[in-house]
């Protein structure tokens, strides 16, 4: 709704006036990519000395390291679990030179065969590596392969690697104690203008699926000029980057979209187990969803009932997917940064009770939609193709 002073106004005063905040928002933008150009070159920026941000589009695929900016050319990957060796290996194939650490001795086998170079420590990866990505269980684990003995920031205050990304999800104050950390090294080869080192809090969503298929979403917290930075590496391995602000950000967004993940889950599961108790088929049910106001990802993409949607763990026993300790995990997370800062989560509470209890039954290693069976005692359907 126009206020009076704005109706007042002649149609192209109007024009000019959005006109003139559209090129201030722009001319902004051109600004911050000055000053991330700096960091890496003392050339003066402009459209011919600045060609990266010119060419790269998402999901390009390198023919060598040659055509890669120079300050990312170097990738070492931490945690090569169900995620993580997917990630690294869309590095690999966008033509990133990956040097790779796991604790599991025939993931990285795998990758040796590979011709992938390997290291036995988080430090001996950080010696090898321009730019470092984690992606690990939990913030213990986060501490440890950051701070711990043969960690990354181990060995006195000097750094090789002018970047650390950290995939993982986890809380958001652990994310930004160890970026506070890293800000307090000096990088032992200045990379243009830049003298110390930053980190990137950057989990993932998508799951598996979109770790092989190199489609994941990053939630990133941290520098807005060293997040333009990076692109490179999140569009090797993903479709979406998301900037949110500053250091620990980018966790507390995957916090959220998992306590609402998880809520929409339960939410779906109730509903077609009360419909097939009142003799609606889920399937039918499904369908409904999808074409009314119920409609979402847990439904349309990803439905928790055996038999109504193919290609989803609910169709393989829920094996694979989304494991369900980890959703508890997640959902602790929620609940604890809830209580911390006073927001009131009753909801949050609730999905935690309930994932709890099935990985208490013996269902953590199963997907998360297996609440429908093992939670809501729903039924397998079999649907004719």
Known sequence: M???????????????????????????????????????????CNSSSFPFYQSFKPRRTFSSSHHLPSHLQNVGFIGLGNMGSRMATNLIKAGFSVTVHDLNSDVLDKFSHMGVATRKTPCEVSEASDVVVTMLPSSAHVN??????????????????WLFIDSSTIDPQTSRNISATISNYILKEKKGDLEKPFMLDAPVSGGVIAAEAGTLTFMVGGSEEV???????????????????????????????????????????????????????????????????????????????????????????YNGGFASKLMAKDLNLAAESAKQTGCKHPLTSQAQKIYTELCNEGHEGKDFSCVFRHYYTGMDEHVDQ
């Open 227 to 317: 997040f333009a930075a990076a692109k490179p590496l999140f569009f090797s391995m993903g479709k979406g980057a998301i900037y949110c602000g500053g250091a620990g950000n980018g966790s507390a967004a995957k916090i959220c979209n998992n306590l609402a993940l998880a809520v929409s889950m339960l939410g779906v599961s109730e509903a077609l187990a009360l419909g097939q108790s009142l003799g609606v088929a889920a399937s039918t049910l499904s369908k409904i969803f999808n074409c009314s106001s119920a409609r979402c990802w847990s439904s349309d993409s990803y439905n928790p009932v055996p038999g109504v949607m193919e290609g989803v763990p609910s169709s393989r026993d």
């Open 2 to 44: 126009q206020t009076k002073t704005e109706r007042n106004k002649p149609t192209w005063l109007l024009a000019f006036c959005c006109s003139r905040v559209k090129v201030k928002r722009s001319f902004r933008i051109i600004m911050a990519f000055c000053r991330l150009r700096s960091l890496f070159s003392p050339s003066k």
């Open 144 to 161: 440890d392969v950051y701070t711990g003995p043969n960690g990354l920031l181990h060995g006195g205050k000097l750094l090789r690697p």
